[in-house]
């Protein structure tokens, strides 16, 4: 799914979130945003959820105006997208397997192809032996995997990811990223991450958008097109 902001502002109240936000996503794309505490980045992930709505502006997602389209359009959408947060939101009096079987119940999964899909997603975020045990038992790499899973179940086409190692050490941060960047690749899901985490995203080379003040200052976006058309004219010249 494509998604779209053209010249979006967001108030709130007398405070301006976002303004003349302007940037296109393609499908498939791993996209960093980053910028300072305040800066306006979960604002930006909760306006493409529409948990909140733009003050002026266009936010398109997969052709459909979030603002205008129908209560269908939007929540055919929502159900393609996957949400994994710095605090995991697990429910906590359910095992990780139930929690994915009921976010799998949200979206009308079908129920005979249940099990097979949480067999799948626990596998691919290597916790096949903490399936059945409760939030509270797993370790703080572990709990964000276990939201990982329940995120891929849904088979998202685009996975917003609000500060996910927010709260993990280096190394379970690295390998959450590493699982983010395979299913990118894999499952060809858009991926869109906050971070503060500077070291991972320099040491990657994905599209960076760096906001500030609510403002976009810098989208590396730009420059990459234009070093793979030099390439590609190189090539041709050659
Ligand atoms: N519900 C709200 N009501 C009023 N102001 C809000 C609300 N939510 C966010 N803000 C303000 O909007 C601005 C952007 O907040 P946002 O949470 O998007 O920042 P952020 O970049 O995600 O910061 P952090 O890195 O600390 O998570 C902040 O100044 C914040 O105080
Ligand atoms: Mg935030």
């Not at 976002?18 to 996209?31: D, Q």
């Not at 799948?120 to 059945?132: D, K, S």
């Not at 976006?221 to 234009?226: E, G, T, V």
Request: glycine share 6%.
């Amino acid at each position: 799914m494509k998604l779209v902001f053209n010249n979006v502002d967001k108030n709130y109240g007398v405070i301006s979130a976002l303004k003349n936000i302007n940037f296109t996503v393609e499908p498939g794309e791993f996209v960093f945003i980053v910028g300072p505490s305040g800066a306006g980045k979960s604002t930006l992930l909760k306006l493409i959820l529409n948990q909140i709505k733009p003050s002026n502006g266009e936010i398109m997602v997969d052709n459909i105006n979030l603002t205008l389209g129908t209560k269908q359009e939007i929540d055919n959408i929502r159900r393609k997208i996957g949400v994994i947060f710095q605090d995991y939101q697990l429910i906590m009096d359910k095992s990780i397997e139930e929690n994915i079987a009921l976010s799998l119940d949200i979206v009308s999964f079908p129920k005979e192809k249940i099990s097979a899909k949480i067999d799948e997603v626990i596998n691919q975020v290597n916790l096949n032996n903490r399936r059945f045990l409760f939030p509270s038992q797993l370790s703080g790499g572990e709990l964000q995997r276990a939201a990982l899973a329940r995120a891929l179940a849904i088979e998202p086409e685009i996975i917003l990811a609000d500060e996910p190692t927010g709260n993990l050490d280096n190394e379970n941060s690295w390998n959450l990223v590493k699982l983010l960047s395979n299913i990118n690749k894999n499952n060809h899901a858009t991926i869109i991450m906050t971070t503060h985490n500077q070291e991972i995203v320099n040491s990657l080379d994905k599209r960076q958008i760096e906001i500030k003040d609510g403002e976009i200052t810098h989208d590396s976006n730009s420059h990459q097109k234009k070093a793979k058309k030099d390439i590609h004219s190189k090539k041709h010249e050659q």
